[in-house]
């Protein structure tokens, strides 16, 4: 016979790789053996396929002990984690601490964002409901706005079957007086078409939703406004009185609006009402964009190509438009449209750059406890640990530590709930938000924390040799210190971009409040004009003026926070062919530059009493400068037959959020016109109670009617700001977290530093250094470290807060004192941490630190 | 007490019938002519490293064969521990046995 049989190679090295070291020689030799005894007996390839099925059968009990052993071993590691946390409390408990801290700021932060996220998708069709935009052309100018015109809506329902439905809502909420027996209130009306019932989630509780249908007066309550009116009554069939002079008849009650709904209001009337009240065919007009269409689709809608049909549609039947609307996605407006989803990525960033702080801190505390566990690492090696199970037994305790900060910080998430509802306005609550994606998402945190945590230190720990570690010799720590400052210095920029990018906030927000708005918003008061007021609001008028408290009194037709009429098509004599500009009209009688204290930049002002002409008119310095003429005063302005003559110039104000640019703006004052809506008060500085008590009194006698209801023009202003101001509050308490956790791992280092300094600093006590100099030896290095950290943030937080400026025409400039003023601070922070430990360890007796020596 | 399970309590019985040569492939053999059926090695190796760790085997380094590929064997001796596990899962089988009805099982 030639060579003897050798079992297959490829089945032997499987065999080779699922058995252990020790056994290797035993179960190769009884394979073998079996092997050839099947040899004996059976044909060589029978053999070959009996050695592989052995082989084969071996592998599942293999797995099996191998699941075994690493399970005991895990044990053995999570044993040794809880010991070293019991022993080293401080270490643990900072350290957990600050994981907890960025963990919690992460969870609460997800929380907003799901909460932002989750804005209109209550709405079961949300997918396919659209809302009708339009690109507005002025000369050259584009503006984009939600507005619609009155007959587009039907229109798209009737010509194109795949618009299911249709829905339309008047443009802005009007305040009026409910009248239900005693009970009188003014409330928030929404005008619109009973569809809205069908196509959004707005649920009836009461009621049947064919009896919306019924009439112009019917009404919808919601469901806590129905509780105001008729407590626990049912109010469907009732009568409520709208500003003593139209009945309404309940027909239902709708749950209350959710508040993560861009479309909110506490009562509806339908639409129709609007042809009663203001014109016969106010619903019906193709002029005025004072609707919002909202369309529901039907399946497979193309909306790239319907709205390719609508444009053409449009620019054949009515060529002469400047108006292009189309179809957008609804559940895109929030977002997109609102811009709500910069802020939501602003706070994501915010979120992780949190949790990677709190992640260095981690990485730095634990690579600088290392030392302690250099002789552990020493023995496992020595005993046959390989390298790989280091690496898993550092990321198993780092997984342990992220597990623990997850309960704190969800403990820290619950207890901060309250103070986060009032921080954010949102009503949220921690078990409504607790769902299947936020847990998933909760979870990706934890375990993304404990991998870039655990990454490092398990490397780091890992890589000992043991013959050096178990000498004594320690480790060399160069190569672990300065990645140690590098992720200080890293940490520390983070920290800088937050304080700055605060600061930035901070300041402009400021500067947008205090910014002289072109008039005097302090004691300015208003109030309605309404019910019988509308008759005989110049009596009253004269009746105030009389009071001691009050300067001046002025009629308007908007307040200056909430100036919606605007038209355009205006021409004056040299007019440039492509400007058009979309002018805002504000309508007010003479006494109005002195109400709110406007400055006229030229010519003259509206002349008291009445031979007032209805054609002169006022015009802002923004128009002037549109208009662009050698001789402003004296112009004419037409518009459809219309011709009005500029009789001055007012220096510009702000009519509008200072986010936006001023606008060309008409002011006019047409005594037919009796469509004053407000009554401007200017109160004197000194004695208001008893200025609003001589307002209250005439209130009462001119307007018996209704409540007496008053409000600041400040007030409003300031309104205007609180989702800014809020946004503001939420980073600040965020930044002010964030550098509370660098500090807590810049504490932990320096303790550390301090204490392996310990011998160093006995031996300099006791040549003689003083206290002073060990602690500005100890100190000084830190300083250095949070200095770099500045410098490399500085250039970043500048493009950013640049680039956050710029979306504000009236902005702050990016001055040096803020980025020096930060560096300051940072320093400070980082001294003061610092110092409390460099104190300790100078204070330290030179006997005890050099005694074993 | 803890008893044997069927697999260990048959390779424990086969290792002491084996006496001087008890190791996997005369395990094998053995179980194969005694049961009538066909262990796989892993099988064997299974519970023979259970009863190692227990400490009712002890395992010592035997000779080398050709037919091992010049390998070692490796054998198995019972210890007093296992000697008593088996006697007393021999008690158990007894107590079990015992006044079963006669016929009732034909």
Redo the contacts between chains.
Sequence with gaps: MSE?K?PPRLAEQLLRMILLKE?L??????????F??ELKTKRAHKACLWYW??VL??IP??VKNLFYWSFSMLKNYFKIAFRHIKRHKAYSILNITGLALGMACCILILFWVQDELSTDKFHEKIDSLYVVRNIQHYGNETKEGMGSVPAFGPALKAEYPEIINTARFNNGQGEFLFTRGKTKFKELIQMADPEIFQIFTFPLIQGRIEDLFSGPNVMVLSESLADKYFGRGNPVGNIITVNEEYDFKVVGVMKDIPHNSTIRFNAWIPLEFANTVFRQDYTKTWYNLAFRTYAEVGPNFDLESFNKKILNRIRDSRPETNSEPFLYPFSQVYLQVWGRIVQIRIFTIIAFLILIIACINFMNLTTARSSQRSKEVGLRKVVGARRVQVTKQFFGESILFTFISLITALILVRILMPFFRTLTGKPLHFLSLINGPMIGGIFAVTALTGIIAGIYPALFLSSFRPAAVLKGKGISGKKGDLFRKILVVLQFSLSVILIIGTLVVFNQVKYIKNKDLGFDKEHLLYIRVEGNLRKSYASMKYELLQSPGINNVSLTTHSPTGIYNNGQDWDWEGREPNINPLVTYFGADPDFLETFQMEIAEGESFRKGTENSGSNVLINERFAEIMNLDNIIGARLSQEGLTLQVIGVVKDFHFTPLNREIGPLLLYHNPQMREYNYMFIRLKPGDIPEALAAIEKAAKKFNPGFPFEYRFLDQDYDRLYRSLEREMGIVRTFTILAILISCLGLFGLASFTAEQRTKEIGIRKVLGASISKIIFMLSKEYAKWVLIANVIAWPVAYYLMHRWLSDFPYRITLSWTIFFGTALLSVLIAQITVTFQALKAAHSDPIDSLRYE | MKLLSRAEEIILLSVVKLEENAYGISIRELIRKTTGVEWSLAQIYDPLNKLTHKGYLIKYKGRSTPERGGRHKYLYKITEEGKEALLDIRKVYENIWEKVPKNALI
């Design positions: 003897p050798r056994e020689c035993e179960k190769l030799g009884d394979f073998e053996e079996g050839q005894y099925s052995q059968k071996a009990l293999s």
